[in-house]
C-alpha cells in the first residue's frame, strides 16, 4: 500500500511521512550508527511486531555485519495506552553478556514500554544498551528516556503504517498517515 492509499482511504486523514522521507531519515541514522559503533559489533534488538519494517530498512541502510533479534511483549494496558506492566510472549535467543544492543522501535508513545525493556535488557549483562526508534511522541519526552537515535519527533496523533496499526491493519502502508479521528473516537 503506498501514498494513493491514503488519498483514497476514508479512514485515513493525510500522509504524515513520506516513504522518501522515512527512507532518508533511515539513512541517516544509519550513517550516525555507523560512525558511533565504528569498533563494536551490533545486536540489533527488534520490538515485534511494529518494528519489522524499521528493522529491515535500518539494517540494510547499514553497510556492516549485524546481527538481529527479536522480542515480542505484550503490555496489560486499558485501551491504546500501555500501562508499563509487561509480559514477554517471545523473549531473545541470543546471550546479552558482553553485548552492544541497539533496541530498534517503530514508535515511543508513553515511553512505558521501553523503559520495561530497557532495565530487562539492561539486568542481562550487556556491554550497552541504546535505543533507535522511527518516531518519537511528546509524552515519550516527559517520560525521560535517553534515545539515542530518533527518526522524527511527531505531533500527538494516531498514526498508521510503515508497521504502525489500527485494529492490524494498515502495517503495510508505505508511508506513515494519521487516522481520520471518526475512526477511533
Ligand atoms: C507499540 C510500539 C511500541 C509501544 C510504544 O507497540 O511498537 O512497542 O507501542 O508504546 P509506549 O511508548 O506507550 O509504551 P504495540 O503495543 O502497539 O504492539 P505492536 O508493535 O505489535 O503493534
Known amino acids: 500500500m503506498d501514498q494513493q492509499h491514503v488519498e483514497d482511504d476514508l479512514a485515513l486523514d493525510q500522509t504524515l511521512i513520506t516513504e522518501d522521507q522515512i527512507q532518508d531519515r533511515l539513512a541517516e541514522m544509519a550513517a550516525e550508527i555507523t560512525a558511533d559503533y565504528a569498533e563494536r ?28 533479534d527479536w522480542m515480542a511483549i505484550s503490555s496489560y494496558g486499558s485501551g491504546t495506552k ?8 517471545k523473549d531473545l535467543d541470543t546471550d546479552l553478556s558482553g553485548r552492544h544492543v541497539l533496541i530498534v522501535e517503530d514508535i515511543i508513545d508513553t515511553g512505558l514500554t521501553l523503559s520495561w525493556l ?29 534515545v539515542k537515535y530518533v527518526g522524527f519527533d511527531i505531533p500527538n496523533a494516531f498514526v498508521v503504517g510503515y508497521g504502525l ?21
Open 165 to 185: 496499526d489500527y485494529d492490524e491493519k494498515y502495517r503495510n502502508l508505505r508511508c506513515i498517515g494519521t487516522l481520520a479521528p471518526h475512526v477511533y473516537s
Open 118 to 146: 530497557v532495565a530487562n535488557l539492561r539486568s542481562r549483562g550487556p556491554a550497552s544498551v541504546e535505543i533507535a526508534t522511527l518516531l518519537r511522541k511528546p509524552d515519550a519526552v516527559q517520560n525521560d528516556i535517553a
Open 82 to 89: 500501555s500501562s508499563g506492566v509487561v509480559r514477554i510472549l
Open 41 to 68: 559489533d551490533i545486536l540489533l534488538v527488534g520490538v515485534l511486531k511494529g518494528a519489522v519494517m524499521v528493522m529491515a530498512d535500518l539494517a540494510r541502510s547499514l553497510d556492516r555485519h549485524v546481527e538481529m
